[in-house]
């Protein structure tokens, strides 16, 4: 049985040496596929907008949607989770939906030939997908798949970096004991990815770094600056399972990178490591 949560969140319409190689997409793209070519769901205009609707109802199209978009069979148990927030320069909210296929990984796992493998690596694998709904136009993208470990959620959060006027989507994921934050930007229906940074690696040796994303006033153009600082990570509780747990980073302020966003390019470069 899909397990559906709802997150919605408080802000309303206010207001690379290690960048991601991914180029972003042109404006003027057809908006009716995505950037593979594949034809995105659109539903039909007298069908109720999805967040507006009942809970059953868009539990229903969510899953007819996932099922056919990453081939999910009518036996596999999933989980989904909605994210609302103002993504574009509309005034209709939006929303990030996450798959996390955990149970399908497990199943995966059992029938290769290195099952104890697969778990010492956290399942690490395809399991962790999102999609985009535009709230204006009833749409669902494809979905993005993060190769990550289902082991934990594809964490969803917002920032105002492109611009104050609505939101752009961070995505965040894990890999064993290490975390990495993904930046995109929408153009029309496709979320672009335009930064990728670790969060956090080697949680609990003595190895161990961490991070800190500060969003300053753009110096190349008007989109922010992100700015890396050293991160201390908080005490962690005895017996915790470093493959999940989430830990507290303490902002030291200290400066380790500053990325700027180039327009012509679609993403985010830095001059170098202080």
Same mark, same amino acid.
């Given at each position: 049985?899909?397990?559906?949560?709802? +997150?919605?969140?408080?802000? +309303?319409?206010?207001?690379?040496?290690?960048?991601?190689?991914?180029?972003?997409?042109?404006?003027?793209?057809?908006?009716?596929?995505?950037?593979?070519?594949?034809? %995105?769901?659109?539903?039909?205009?007298?069908?109720?907008?999805?967040?507006?609707?009942?809970?059953?109802?868009?539990?229903?199209?969510?899953?007819?949607?996932?099922?056919?978009?990453?081939?999910?069979?009518?036996?596999?148990?999933?989980?989904?989770?909605?994210?609302?927030?103002?993504?574009?320069?509309?005034? +209709?909210?939006?929303?990030?939906?996450?798959?996390?296929?955990?149970? &399908?990984?497990? =199943?995966?796992?059992?029938?290769?030939?290195?099952?104890?493998?697969?778990?010492?690596?956290?399942?690490?694998?395809?399991?962790?997908?999102?999609?985009?709904?535009?709230?204006?136009?009833?749409?669902?993208?494809?979905?993005?798949?993060?190769?990550?470990?289902?082991?934990?959620?594809?964490?969803?959060?917002?920032?105002? %970096?492109?611009?104050?006027?609505?939101?752009?989507?961070? +995505?965040?994921?894990?890999?064993?004991?290490?975390? /990495?934050?993904?930046?995109?930007?929408?153009?029309?229906?496709?979320?672009?990815?335009? !930064?990728?940074?670790?969060?956090?690696?080697?949680?609990?040796?003595?190895?161990?770094?961490?991070?800190?994303?500060?969003?300053?006033?753009?110096?190349?153009?008007?989109? =922010?600056?992100?700015?890396? /600082?050293?991160?201390?990570?908080?005490?962690?509780?005895?017996?915790?399972?470093?493959?999940?747990?989430?830990?507290?980073?303490?902002? /030291?302020?200290?400066?380790?990178?500053? &990325?700027? !966003?180039?327009?012509?390019?679609?993403?985010? !470069?830095?001059?170098?490591?202080?």
């Amino acid at each position: 049985m899909k397990l559906v949560y709802f +997150v919605m969140t408080c802000s +309303v319409l206010l207001s690379c040496n290690s960048a991601s190689d991914s180029k972003s997409s042109e404006p003027d793209k057809d908006e009716n596929t995505d950037i593979f070519g594949n034809e %995105i769901v659109n539903q039909p205009v007298n069908q109720p907008n999805l967040l507006d609707s009942t809970e059953q109802y868009l539990n229903d199209v969510i899953d007819v949607h996932c099922r056919k978009t990453l081939y999910i069979s009518e036996e596999e148990d999933y989980e989904i989770k909605v994210f609302k927030e103002y993504l574009n320069q509309d005034s +209709v909210i939006d929303a990030i939906i996450t798959i996390n296929r955990l149970a &399908f990984a497990k =199943k995966k796992a059992q029938e290769s030939e290195q099952p104890i493998k697969a778990k010492e690596i956290g399942y690490m694998g395809p399991f962790n997908a999102f999609y985009f709904y535009n709230g204006a136009t009833n749409q669902i993208s494809t979905p993005l798949v993060v190769p990550s470990s289902p082991l934990v959620n594809l964490k969803i959060s917002f920032e105002n %970096i492109s611009n104050n006027s609505y939101k752009d989507v961070l +995505v965040d994921y894990r890999i064993r004991n290490s975390s /990495t934050r993904q930046v995109y930007f929408l153009y029309g229906m496709v979320p672009s990815l335009v !930064f990728e940074h670790t969060i956090f690696d080697e949680l609990g040796t003595n190895k161990q770094e961490a991070y800190s994303f500060n969003y300053n006033p753009g110096t190349q153009s008007e989109i =922010k600056n992100i700015l890396l /600082t050293q991160g201390q990570v908080n005490r962690i509780p005895k017996q915790s399972d470093l493959f999940t747990f989430e830990p507290e980073i303490i902002n /030291t302020k200290k400066t380790v990178q500053e &990325f700027f !966003f180039i327009p012509g390019q679609g993403k985010y !470069f830095s001059l170098g490591k202080n």
